[in-house]
């Protein structure tokens, strides 16, 4: 099985919902620091952080630790990083990995910025141990779309706005793109299941360039926005963001807001109209509508 | 890793007079798990690791290869991470600051 895969995602979420079984936690939030304490793991922040290293587990006998970076001040970041590290924990395969070489601590990259399939995994596993998808769904069903309802439902998760972001992605029934960027380029996103059937919506690589008219590329031109936090709500056709000639061009809309001390900004186009495409393919005037996954 | 624990794990389990179902029990495992392990057909994660270890008396580390003594003497316990490839001064600093905190934590458990 390739790491990779969806079969990967859908081990991380059937792993995630065991330890929850296991721990008998039924409501949200999910602290993960609790977990690792039943488990008889120390959790510690790092006093002097590893650059760009967000948190690390360690093995010694048989006993383990988790370090995490506290230094972004941001209680979603830290329980994401404990929770991946509870991933490499409980994941089968991940023992191979970590400390295949006699290692003994074991570096970890969280957030959805590896393209290592076991981190990867380990990132799956603890948005799904986080973000319950029995307990989440409900959830959303309460709160609005977009940038509101990811902020409400960030506060009911104590997880990080970008993790919840792509949460919100993944089980929600709209269209819905989740851009992470910084200055004028994009660092990596998301594509909920919906949007990849429509044609031309094609994949968003790190280092692309923003769109010149998107709300985003205006948002990051002033610095001092992103330190601050500051949101923007705008709407923006697909077309900017998949100039491919075959994508619709549908009218989104594009919430903004900066990530403070992490220095970078989140993105999330979304719908809640159907999408028409005109597909070739059938009689003329024959329209195909995407916009319910289920 | 993958040979010697399925070896070791069917090994130590023989040795010490256990079923697989025995076995499963007392780690706490399904008993499918355990026969997977021993064919090869599955790994472990550390938490499996941990429970099979401490349910046959022996360590992670003999059991995934790492460690050719199955018993772990308290002593080598404390120096084992010292002798770790690819520790930096600074992983080294962070390490020995967490078993610090882990030996800590354990003698206020024992007390």
């Known amino acids: 099985m390739s ?3 969806g079969l990967s995602q859908q081990e991380a979420e059937w792993c995630a919902s065991q330890v929850l079984k296991e721990a008998e936690l039924t409501a949200l939030p999910v602290l993960p620091i609790h977990i690792a304490e039943q488990k008889h793991i120390l959790v510690h922040p790092f006093s002097s952080p590893k650059a760009g290293m967000l948190g690390c587990l360690i093995k010694n006998g048989e006993e383990f630790a988790i370090g995490y970076a506290n230094h972004l001040d941001n209680t979603g970041f830290v329980h994401f990083t404990v929770g991946h590290e509870l991933g490499h924990f ?4 991940h023992v191979d990995y970590l400390f295949l070489h006699g290692e003994t601590v074991h570096y970890s990259q969280s957030g959805f910025v590896s393209q290592q399939p076991h981190e990867q995994q380990a990132d799956w596993f603890s ?6 998808e029995t307990l ?17 439902l960030s506060e009911i998760c104590k997880t990080s706005l970008t993790a919840t972001a792509i949460r919100y992605g993944k089980l929600g029934e709209d269209p819905v793109v989740v851009i992470v960027s910084s200055d004028q380029k ?10 990849k059937q429509i044609p031309g919506v094609t994949f968003l690589r790190n280092g692309d360039p923003l769109p010149d008219g998107s709300a985003t590329a205006r948002f990051n031109r002033d610095r001092k926005k992103v330190e601050r936090a500051a949101e923007i709500q705008s709407s923006i056709s697909l077309t900017e963001w998949f100039p491919d000639p075959d994508a619709p061009a549908h009218e989104m809309n594009e919430d903004v807001i900066g990530l403070g001390k992490y220095g970078k900004t989140l993105t999330i186009l979304f719908t809640q109209d159907e999408i028409e495409v005109e597909d070739e393919d059938d009689e003329p005037g ?8 289920r | 890793m993958a040979n010697d624990f399925a070896d070791r794990l069917r090994k130590q389990r023989e040795q010490k007079g256990l079923s697989q179902a025995e076995l499963a029990e007392k780690a706490g495992l399904q008993v499918t798990a355990i026969s997977h392990f021993e064919t090869g057909g599955r790994s472990p994660s550390f938490d499996n690791l941990r429970k099979l270890a401490d349910a046959l008396a022996v ?10 003594q199955p018993e772990l003497s308290a002593a080598a316990a404390g120096q084992l991470f010292r002798k770790a490839k690819n520790l930096s001064a600074a992983d080294l600093e962070i390490v020995e600051e967490m078993i610090d905190l882990m030996a800590k934590r354990n003698r206020q458990d024992e007390s």
Not at chain 2, 59 to 68: F, M
């Open chain 1, 3 to 5: 790491l990779n895969s």
């Open chain 1, 90 to 93: 409980h994941l089968p395969g």
């Open chain 1, 127 to 132: 948005a799904a141990l986080l973000m319950p």
């Open chain 1, 136 to 152: 989440f769904v409900p959830a959303m069903r309460k709160v609005g779309p977009g940038l509101a309802g990811v902020k409400a």
């Open chain 1, 186 to 195: 994009i660092e990596y996103a998301f594509i909920c299941a919906t949007l």
């Open chain 1, 286 to 293: 024959v329209d195909q509508h995407w916009n319910r996954r």
């Open chain 2, 59 to 68: 360590t992670s580390d003999y059991l995934i290869g790492r460690s050719d």
